[in-house]
């Protein structure tokens, strides 16, 4: 349905090791759509206005110092406008249990 409405999202489930701690990493960042199942993201904390540590180590080495403080502002924006915005919001769902077929 998402992507029928054109909803950028990540969907997060036990198939993606590797990306996951990046997923939930930036899920909370303003307008981040993440679907997870229950068994994906344990362990790994969702910072409001995304991950500043994990933008600041994809940078290049001799990154200059204006630019990451251009970073760092740029995250204090995003973090205060997911506060401003009542923080990260979490649908749970349930699905129904089928009966085993007899």
Do not use: F, S
Request: proline share 4%; hydrophobic share 40%.
């Amino acid at each position: 349905m998402l992507e029928q409405e054109k909803i950028t999202h990540e969907v997060l489930n036990a198939k993606y090791h590797e990306r996951e701690a990046e997923i939930i990493a930036q899920a909370g960042r303003p307008g981040a759509v993440t679907i997870a199942t229950n068994m994906a993201g344990r362990g790994t904390d969702i910072v409001l206005g995304g991950n500043l540590q994990a933008e600041l180590n994809a940078l290049e080495p001799d990154i200059d110092e204006l630019t990451r403080e251009q970073i760092k502002q740029a995250w204090q924006q995003r973090h205060n406008q997911v506060i401003a915005a009542g923080g990260l919001h979490i649908i749970g769902t349930r699905t129904a249990r089928v009966p085993p077929h007899r």
